[in-house]
């Protein structure tokens, strides 16, 4: 079991965690923070990686030469 810590939030900023547990449908708070925190890494290695999405055309044969 990992350790646990405690932190402190604001009661409006508990409150939109709350919220947002509820919509995903998780169980804590935790499972919520770990969604939030992979969506901004997903989003950020789009950013990142999708610079030229729908620009690059695939390699061909003559692309070789």
């Given at each position: 079991?990992?350790?646990?810590?405690?932190?402190?939030?604001s009661?409006?900023?508990?409150?939109?965690?709350?919220?947002?547990?509820?919509?995903?449908?998780?169980?804590?708070?935790?499972?919520?923070?770990?969604?939030?925190?992979?969506?901004?890494?997903?989003?950020?290695?789009?950013?990142?990686?999708?610079?030229?999405?729908?620009?690059i055309?695939?390699?061909?044969?003559?692309?070789?030469?």
């Amino acid at each position: 079991m990992e350790e646990t810590v405690v932190i402190k939030v604001s009661r409006s900023t508990l409150e939109m965690l709350e919220k947002l547990r509820r919509k995903f449908g998780l169980s804590t708070i935790d499972e919520t923070i770990r969604i939030l925190i992979k969506q901004y890494r997903i989003q950020k290695l789009n950013e990142v990686f999708g610079l030229d999405k729908g620009r690059i055309k695939p390699f061909s044969e003559e692309d070789r030469h």
